[in-house]
């Protein structure tokens, strides 16, 4: 059973979602009507999602209700209010809220929403429970791995880390990994990734020099494949330093 938390100043209009609600076969567990209350209740009772009104009583507003709640506790708010100004509206965006909802609202318009906001959470949630599962196999995986993503180096693990010879994972992310690849064996490389992938993995490896953060010449063997990663397409590479690096002369 869903559980649904009302954030909402006008006690009619409470009342109203709370009939909705109940009738939709969901649990109200609380209301309140105030941000500083809504975020003390998403502590202690844990709801599934917050129907949270945007001008509430008290100095902290819904929306910054919302960003606390949804920074701190994962929980999805979903924003209903009769304030369609594009200041509000774009406050709200930037908040990443579950939806937007404008007063008067109709039971139906609100079971979706709920239901949206409820499935759309559970995705992410489980995304990110498979991510840090994979970054954990990534971080404890005895070879080299290094994550791109548009070119970039989006994550590496400790052994890639010594593959590059630095020791701060902050040197390395977000640079091209195209800068690491020796300028005459690029083209072999892009060749390579550009690949008709099967299940994922690219066909045989790559064969490539690159070089370290500081220099000096290391001689790759390249194997990869696609993978997901932060809910976007990404290349997942294996590098098998197979000869120490020699420093260039």
């Given at each position: 059973m869903r559980k649904v938390l009302i954030v909402e100043d006008d006690k009619f209009l409470a009342a109203i979602f709370a009939l909705f609600i109940k009738d939709m076969g969901f649990e109200v567990v609380g209301r309140c009507r105030?941000?500083?209350?809504?975020?003390?209740?998403?502590?202690?009772?844990?709801?599934?999602v917050v129907?949270?009104?945007i001008h509430l009583e008290g100095e902290m507003d819904g929306i910054q209700a919302a960003?606390?709640?949804q920074r701190e506790l994962e929980i999805p708010v979903?924003?209903?209010?009769?304030?369609?100004?594009?200041?509000?509206?774009?406050?709200?965006i930037i908040s990443n809220s579950y939806g937007y909802l404008?007063?008067?609202v109709q039971r139906k318009e609100l079971e979706i929403s709920i239901e949206l906001a409820y499935y759309k959470h559970k995705a992410v949630i489980d995304q990110k429970r498979k991510e840090e599962g994979f970054r954990k196999f990534i971080s404890d995986a005895p070879v080299p791995i290094v994550i791109i993503q548009d070119?970039?180096?989006?994550?590496?693990?400790?052994?890639a880390l010594d593959f590059f010879h630095t020791h701060y994972i902050e040197d390395m992310m977000g640079l091209p990994f195209l800068d690491f690849v020796e300028p005459d064996h690029r083209d072999r490389f892009e060749s390579f990734?550009?690949?008709d992938a099967q299940n994922g993995k690219l066909p045989g490896r790559c064969l490539v020099n690159m070089k370290g953060l500081h220099g000096g010449t290391i001689e790759t063997d390249i194997k990869g494949s696609?993978?997901?990663?932060n809910g976007k397409d990404a290349l997942q590479l294996f590098l098998n330093d197979s000869f120490q690096p020699q420093a260039h002369e």
């Open positions: 105030s941000g500083v209350e809504a975020v003390e209740l998403c502590n202690s009772l844990e709801p599934n129907l949270m009104d960003e606390k709640i979903i924003f209903i209010s009769s304030d369609t100004s594009s200041s509000v509206v774009e406050r709200a404008v007063k008067p070119g970039k180096i989006l994550y590496l693990n400790n052994e990734i550009a690949s696609w993978i997901c990663f």
